[in-house]
Nanobody
Framework: QVQLVESGGGLVQAGGSLRLSCAASGFTFSSYAMSWYRQAPGKQRELVAHITGGNGTDYLDSVKGRFTISRDNGKNTVYLQMNSLKPEDTAVYYC????????WGQGTQVNVSS
C-alpha cells in the first residue's frame, strides 16, 4: 500500500533553514508527480510546491526564491529545502501523491520564531 512519511520539521528562527523529506513506498515513485502542502492553524491547506516525474517544478508565489523542491528517485524521496524562513511559514507540512487516489502523509510541524 502507498505510504508517505514526512520528516525534518522543527523549530527555527526567522531567516533560518530546514530541509523536509518525504519517504514514499508502495508505488513506482519515479512515475508520479509529488507535492508539498502546508496548513497553518485556522487556515486552509495550500499547495507549496510541486514536482513532476520529469522534474518540472512549480511553487506558491510567497515561497518562490526561498524554497526548492527536489526528488531522488533512487531513494524514493522528495525533499523541500526551505531557506530564509519567515514566521508566516509556520504550519504542518504534508506531502502527497495521486496514484489511483490521493494519498497524504502524516505531516511534519514547522515552527518559525520571530
Amino acid at each position: 500500500q502507498v505510504q508517505l512519511v514526512e520528516s525534518g520539521g522543527g523549530l527555527v528562527q526567522a531567516g533560518g533553514s530546514l530541509r523536509l523529506s518525504c519517504a514514499a513506498s508502495g508505488f513506482t515513485f519515479s512515475s508520479y508527480a509529488m507535492s508539498w502542502y502546508r496548513q497553518a492553524p485556522g487556515k486552509q491547506r495550500e499547495l507549496v510546491a510541486h514536482i513532476t516525474g520529469g522534474n518540472g517544478t512549480d511553487y506558491l508565489d510567497s515561497v518562490k526564491g526561498r524554497f526548492t523542491i527536489s526528488r531522488d528517485n533512487g531513494k524514493n524521496t522528495v525533499y523541500l529545502q526551505m531557506n530564509s524562513l519567515k514566521p508566516e511559514d509556520t504550519a504542518v507540512y504534508y506531502c502527497n501523491v495521486v496514484t489511483v487516489r490521493l494519498y497524504w502523509g502524516q505531516g511534519t510541524q514547522v515552527n518559525v520564531s520571530s
